[in-house]
T-cell receptor, first 113, second 114 residues
Framework: QKEVEQDPGPLSVPEGAIVSLNCTYS??????FMWYRQYSRKGPELLMY????GNKEDGRFTAQVDKSSKYISLFIRDSQPSDSATYLC?????????????FGGGTRVLVKP | DVKVTQSSRYLVKRTGEKVFLECVQD?????MFWYRQDPGLGLRLIYF???????EKGDIPEGYSVSREKKERFSLILESASTNQTSMYLC?????????????FGAGTRLSVL
């Protein structure tokens, strides 16, 4: 079993819909949680970053962390065709050796005009 | 602004060639990483470095080596390229000051080995 599980998709939604993405993990030592967005043939770029449990909002994006369930989510409101990309979750421990991150496999999202 | 630059976007090499992939970051980060990314397998860590001349093996180091002679530059070396090393290679860097270990990525190098 992988340490971080993420549905690969593809997840296809109409423009304007809410996109809901999630990851589950098994290591209770993870404290930092990130979402990266990766456009086709490009490198991942940091989208959201949260520490421990709770919610964080940034414009159309909301990240949620539920440590008791070992479950994290990313919501994209009013989705646009430009949101079409692969979304990777990543997480780390407080003192990760070499500052390493553990990544999910990524979910491909397609927003149709 | 954060910048990680990979020297090539696309490379085509022949089996058996020695291949150098270069990565430069301008953020004075201590940590640098090399990943490969393949469909269905996600990001896999090849090597990382937490200081000049220091290196640590990641999850899939076989067939690769690295060099870090200067803080801003981290090179990935394929000693004798093979077709199963055809992949997207991503370089990343992070600061030891970052509590969350946030990594910043380059645009990637798509390597084809024929």
């Amino acid at each position: 079993q992988k340490e971080v599980e993420q549905d690969p998709g593809p997840l296809s939604v109409p423009e304007g819909a809410i996109v809901s993405l999630n990851c589950t993990y098994s290591n209770s030592a993870f404290q930092y949680f990130m979402w990266y967005r990766q456009y086709s043939r490009k490198g991942p770029e940091l989208l959201m970053y949260t520490y421990s449990s709770g919610n964080k909002e940034d414009g159309r994006f909301t990240a949620q962390v539920d440590k008791s369930s070992k479950y994290i989510s990313l919501f994209i409101r009013d989705s646009q065709p430009s949101d079409s990309a692969t979304y990777l979750c990543a997480m780390s421990m407080i003192k990760a050796a070499g500052n390493k991150l553990t990544f999910g496999g990524g979910t491909r999202v397609l927003v149709k005009p | 602004d954060v910048k990680v630059t990979q020297s090539s976007r696309y490379l085509v090499k022949r089996t058996g060639e020695k291949v150098f992939l270069e990565c430069v970051q301008d953020m004075d980060h201590e940590n640098m990483f090399w990943y490969r990314q393949d469909p269905g397998l996600g990001l896999r860590l090849i090597y990382f470095s937490y200081d000049v001349k220091m290196k640590e093996k990641g999850d899939i180091p076989e067939g690769y080596s690295v060099s870090r002679e200067k803080k801003e530059r981290f090179s990935l070396i394929l000693e004798s390229a093979s077709t199963n090393q055809t992949s997207m290679y991503l370089c990343a860097s992070s600061s030891v000051q970052s509590q969350g270990n946030i990594q910043y990525f380059g645009a990637g190098t798509r390597l084809s080995v024929l």
